[in-house]
């Protein structure tokens, strides 16, 4: 019997600590930071051309989405571009982020880890990166939001709350199991 609930308890902490995703992590990127024209801004991590961020190397290196959120559907067509110490600083240019013919929402999540130069980021100590969109200014994308997702793969939404409850649940029975066990051998 104490065989059975003790294996019980092992396999309720293995599925709240295995069996689901990490989960993700939002990094408010907050107004942008960096200006390279008016068609081209962005955000830099802390230090990078002696500018001060909340943003650290190590937060956008564990990023892999970049979401962003519009006040109407962009019309037209985004780069992402990044550059880092980690390969000298070379422009690395990703046309189609948006694609030239809109976009018919108004948020997209960018897989960062497909992005040209993004991968440079392991050998980096500093980085910046911006959108480029070619209207009369940046502004006119109407960003609302932006945040870096890390971990987990996509960005938290409402149903890991769901995820979180079930994984305490197993953690909360693999411990009480524990107890139960441990009230039994002392009996």
Known sequence: MK???LSLSLAL??????????????????AMN???SDTQKGWVTDG???IASSLTIEQLRSATTLHLEFSAPPAGGMQFIIQSDGDN??????????PDTGLDATSIDI???KMKGFSA?????????FLGYYSSNIADLGITKAYLVTGGGGSAKTGDGAMIAFA????????????????????
């Not at 902490?13 to 907050?30: S, T």
């Not at 693999?174 to 002392?186: E, S």
């Open 3 to 5: 065989k059975a609930i």
């Open 13 to 30: 902490v293995l599925i709240a600590v295995f069996a689901f995703p990490a989960l993700a992590a939002n990094i408010d990127l907050g």
């Open 34 to 36: 960096v200006t390279n």
């Open 48 to 50: 990078m051309d002696d």
């Open 89 to 98: 600083y070379a422009w690395n240019q990703n046309d189609g982020a948006i």
């Open 111 to 113: 897989d960062l880890t």
């Open 121 to 129: 980021l392991k050998d980096a100590t500093k980085a910046k990166f």
């Open 168 to 187: 305490l649940m197993a953690l909360v029975l693999a411990g009480g199991a524990t107890v139960l066990i441990a009230r039994k051998v002392k009996a």
